[in-house]
């Protein structure tokens, strides 16, 4: 399948070799509208699932941004709209197999750390796998990694720095924490946030983890950054919508694109 997916990728590239990959969350898809100088539907890709979630175009983008060659999925596959793990970490073995170093998994996170704010940008410097599956179960392809890959730094400390230094530059105040991902589509109880927050989440989100994990395994450099879209259940006495995640986003959605921009100069 990997090949056919390839095969078909090409017959719309002409050439073009993507070197970073660039994972786009809940109501960041404006980038990749802006940037696009190609775009294929996941629907006619062989082997993609197609998303159907509001906020998730659905579609991988590829543009020339800063120099740098890119991918872009505009949008992500999840676990919880019944997809299994493998399709939904099977674009990032079609990155890898695009010649794609270095991904950047972006997402919208509930605040379990108290001192986060909707609207912060939290880069993730480690993850907790809540979702009670793993997209490396199964048959191992040695092709792509071992069958027991090292996850002691999955997010690359030296992306951190550079993440760090392009806040710095732009004055953004990023943040540092820990992201936790649950199966979904619920969204977390009080009690399990307050389980979250005692074994050291800062944020709570259903996505990232299994895309962390197969690029990691295919030896990837991984960056991840969340919007702080809401307050995760039980920190704040509001309701939690889909909405406010999407109106977060889309409030935030010019400081992100600063970040990407000035982090393509540099990774």
Do not use: W
């Not at 619920?186 to 299994?210: F, H, L, N, Q």
């Amino acid at each position: 399948m990997i090949k056919d997916t390839i095969d078909y990728i090409e017959t719309y590239t002409d050439g073009f070799k993507p070197e970073i990959g660039i994972i786009l969350g809940s109501g960041l898809g404006d980038l990749a509208d802006e940037y696009c100088e190609f775009a294929i539907p996941y629907s006619k890709i062989p082997g993609f699932s197609k998303s159907t979630v509001e906020g998730h175009k659905g579609q991988l983008v590829f543009a020339t941004i800063n120099n740098r060659k890119v991918v872009m999925m505009q949008g992500r596959i999840h676990y919880y709209e019944g997809h299994s793990m493998q399709e939904v970490t099977y674009p990032i073995k079609v990155m890898k197999e695009l010649g794609v170093k270095t991904v950047v998994i972006t997402n919208a996170a509930g605040a379990i750390n108290k001192s986060f704010r909707p609207g912060d940008l939290m880069v993730i410097t480690d993850h907790i796998n809540m979702m009670g599956d793993n997209p490396l179960i199964g048959p191992n392809d040695s092709h792509f990694g071992v069958r027991f890959p090292d996850m002691s730094e999955v997010y690359n400390k030296n992306l951190i720095k550079i993440a760090d230094a392009a806040g710095r530059i732009l004055r953004i105040d990023l943040k540092h924490g820990v992201y936790i991902a649950s199966s979904g589509p619920s969204y977390e109880t009080p009690a399990e946030i307050k389980m979250a927050r005692y074994i050291g989440a800062d944020a709570a989100g259903m996505s990232t983890v299994p895309e962390a994990i197969v690029a990691n395994y295919c030896g990837l450099n991984v960056l991840g950054i969340s919007c702080i879209s809401n307050y995760a259940s039980g920190v704040s006495t509001k309701k939690l919508t889909h909405e406010e995640v999407i109106e977060t986003t889309n409030a935030v959605k010019s400081k992100f694109k600063e970040l990407i921009l000035l982090l393509l100069k540099n990774i």
